[in-house]
């Protein structure tokens, strides 16, 4: 670590402190050549990716909206806070894991769909109708059918690794 006073490259560390919040360690270090003191800070990096919307504009991820997402989504069902919590959790990584700089919010907005599909029917087709912004119920209604027949299709896949024919 470079000493502030003299550019030294050398210093040792003296005292080491967990932050208040746990996320960070505060550091005090001594030059070993000016033997002046100095404090620094150690965190983890975030490297969640910045979010491009649709008009092109770009911000950086915001947990906060997917949450808002998940729980209006999955408002007054039996769905408790923790696992909505994961979900939105699961997503985090998956973005990270990408390694990408920037995202689009339709990707985003498709990842919390298919979470919401694997968690409640009720709460994808709330989150689906707002998203995908139907301009008529002919779309909602399509929407359905084709949520029924992946389900369909899914259960008789089940039955068909669970029994199959000699």
Same mark, same amino acid.
Request: glycine residues 4%.
């Given at each position: 670590m470079k000493c502030p006073f003299c550019s030294n490259l050398e210093t040792k560390v003296v005292d080491s402190r967990v932050? %208040? !919040?746990? =996320?960070? *360690? @505060?550091?005090? @270090? /001594?030059? $070993?050549?000016?033997?002046?003191?100095?404090?620094?800070? $150690? @965190?983890?990096?975030e490297t969640l990716p910045f979010v491009v919307k649709k008009d092109g504009r770009r911000e950086p991820f915001e947990r906060d909206k997917v949450m808002s997402g +998940? /729980? %209006?989504?999955?408002? %007054?069902?039996? *769905? &408790? *806070?923790e696992t909505i919590e994961s979900g939105v959790a699961n997503l985090e990584m998956q973005l990270i894991a990408l390694g990408e700089k920037e995202i689009s919010s339709t990707y985003i907005g498709e990842l919390v769909m298919d979470a919401l599909k694997k968690l !409640? !029917?009720? =709460?994808?087709?709330? +989150?689906? &109708?707002?998203? @995908? =912004? +139907?301009k008529d119920i002919g779309e909602f209604v399509e929407l359905i059918r084709d949520h029924e027949n992946q389900e369909q299709n899914s259960e008789n896949l089940a039955l068909q690794l669970a029994d199959p024919e000699p």
């Open positions: 932050g %208040k !919040d746990g =996320a960070m *360690i @505060r550091r005090r @270090r /001594q030059c $070993e050549v000016c033997l002046q003191r100095h404090t620094t800070y $150690e @965190r983890v990096e +998940f /729980q %209006k989504a999955c408002e %007054k069902r039996p *769905i &408790s *806070i !409640d !029917d009720v =709460a994808y087709v709330r +989150f689906a &109708s707002v998203y @995908r =912004a +139907f």
